[in-house]
């Protein structure tokens, strides 16, 4: 997990008159890909939109440790459920697009949904994500797949 001290300002949006108290005090948790004892610090696997310092000091991080449901099942955070569009049907929030694969005459993308873990990840066909805004910034951060063959 990854101190928010020194970070409050990405959370604070404009017109946001919340105390920097209510503020969440950690993020992640994060994937340790290098540690450096020499200089007590640690590189994170971060977001791409994050990735500008992903080297940390130790005292900037904390162990994650995650919940056991068989011990505590009240802690246990709900997913959320579908939105239901203007037609009638349900749609769960995609959070970003993790990979792409050919699949036939089209492709298929990895799809990480919005509050879900990556056990619920879902390679998706390409035609089921029209007009769909995370498939944009896929395209956008150099994505491959159907868009660019």
Same mark, same amino acid.
């Given at each position: 997990m990854l101190s928010t001290f020194h970070r409050r300002r990405e959370y604070r949006q404009t017109g946001d008159k919340r105390s920097a108290k209510f503020f969440p005090?950690?993020?992640?948790?994060?994937?340790?890909?290098?540690?450096?004892?020499?200089?007590?610090s640690y590189t994170l696997d971060l977001p791409a939109d994050r990735n500008n310092f992903p080297t940390y000091y130790a005292s900037e991080l904390k162990l994650h440790v995650p919940n056991d449901a068989t011990l505590f099942p009240?802690?246990?955070?709900?997913q959320p459920g579908p939105v239901l569009t203007p037609n009638g049907l349900q749609e769960h929030k995609i959070s970003h697009i993790l990979d792409a694969r050919p699949r036939g005459r089209g492709y298929q993308f990895?799809?990480?949904?919005?509050?879900?873990?990556? =056990? *619920?990840? /879902?390679? $998706?066909?390409?035609?089921?994500? =029209? *007009?769909? /805004?995370? $498939?944009?910034?896929?395209?956008?951060?150099?994505?491959?797949g159907l868009g660019n063959a």
């Amino acid at each position: 997990m990854l101190s928010t001290f020194h970070r409050r300002r990405e959370y604070r949006q404009t017109g946001d008159k919340r105390s920097a108290k209510f503020f969440p005090q950690w993020d992640g948790p994060y994937k340790v890909t290098k540690s450096h004892p020499e200089s007590s610090s640690y590189t994170l696997d971060l977001p791409a939109d994050r990735n500008n310092f992903p080297t940390y000091y130790a005292s900037e991080l904390k162990l994650h440790v995650p919940n056991d449901a068989t011990l505590f099942p009240s802690r246990v955070h709900s997913q959320p459920g579908p939105v239901l569009t203007p037609n009638g049907l349900q749609e769960h929030k995609i959070s970003h697009i993790l990979d792409a694969r050919p699949r036939g005459r089209g492709y298929q993308f990895l799809i990480h949904w919005k509050g879900y873990g990556p =056990e *619920d990840d /879902e390679w $998706l066909p390409a035609t089921l994500l =029209e *007009d769909c /805004e995370a $498939l944009d910034q896929w395209y956008d951060a150099g994505g491959h797949g159907l868009g660019n063959a």
